[in-house]
């Protein structure tokens, strides 16, 4: 969608700098590639705030990757014959902002964003060039849809889950829309009227633009202070009689 008035207002007053920063989007819904995807359409919203401040933005639908169950980066070194995470990985490693959108089933994220938090996971081993965890100094967002209650349910488990492998959470990290309860529009379905369900919820607008914003502001701070300092959260220290071969050492 075309930002509102007032988003595009609040996007082209904003004077900082965020040409440098990097984000990368995944969708979690579980319609294969070229069907519509309502998640998608609220994620053009962060998309475009981005866009209008100059970020560079990746963006990939997981329905078209084959993410092999399992907490290793490869899973194919596991016992699995394929697994597209490694295909995928790259973009978290270079992005500044990492959002996960996913849409609401049963009142909970899809399996396909518990898929993506699990490859996260695989990485909780790994340490930056200062010896902390690797996703020190990036940002975590998440996007939800659907038509029953559930956005703040699947944005706690998203955002927990993300900040405990090592992501910056920054305030009103989440944003999302869902319709009446049962059936009915969901985001961004064409109305009798003729007008798009949830583009004029100001509610969803601006908790949208505020987690855009968030998520730069907080992207910002961190890159220019060069992410945390290295004092008492330093997983290297600690790693004297580690097993070798452990992803995940917390498991031992």
């Not at 016992?79 to 609401?104: H, M, N, Y």
């Not at 909970?108 to 898929?115: M, V």
């Amino acid at each position: 969608m075309a930002l509102s008035n007032k988003q595009t207002e609040i996007s082209e007053n904003c004077a900082i700098d965020f040409s440098d920063l990097k984000a990368v989007m995944f969708n979690a819904t579980l319609k294969p590639a070229g069907e519509k995807s309502h998640t998608d359409t609220l994620m053009d919203v962060v998309a475009e705030i981005f866009a209008m401040q100059d970020v560079a933005v990746k963006r990939h639908r997981l329905s078209e990757y084959r993410l092999a169950p399992g907490v290793y980066p490869d899973m194919t070194e596991h016992g699995w014959d394929r697994d597209d995470w490694p295909k995928l990985s790259p973009d978290v490693f270079e992005a500044d902002i990492v959002i996960l959108g996913t849409p609401i089933w049963l009142g909970e994220k899809s399996s396909i964003a518990q898929a993506f938090i699990e490859k996260l996971y695989a990485h909780s081993g790994e340490t930056n060039e200062k010896g902390q965890y690797a996703f020190y100094g990036k940002v975590g967002g998440c996007v939800a849809t659907g038509n029953e209650d559930g956005i703040k349910h699947v944005g706690m488990g998203v955002l927990y889950s993300m900040q405990h492998v090592g992501f910056t959470i920054p305030p009103q990290a989440d944003c999302g829309w869902i319709g009446p309860a049962g059936p009915g529009p969901s985001y961004g379905d064409e109305q009798d009227d003729g007008s798009r369900a949830g583009f004029e919820n100001e509610f969803t607008q601006r908790n949208t633009t505020f987690m855009a914003f968030n998520l730069l502001h907080a992207a910002r701070m961190l890159k220019d202070a060069g992410g945390y300092p290295a004092a008492g959260n330093v997983r290297t220290e600690w790693d004297r009689g580690v097993k070798p071969g452990w992803p995940n050492p917390e498991h031992r």
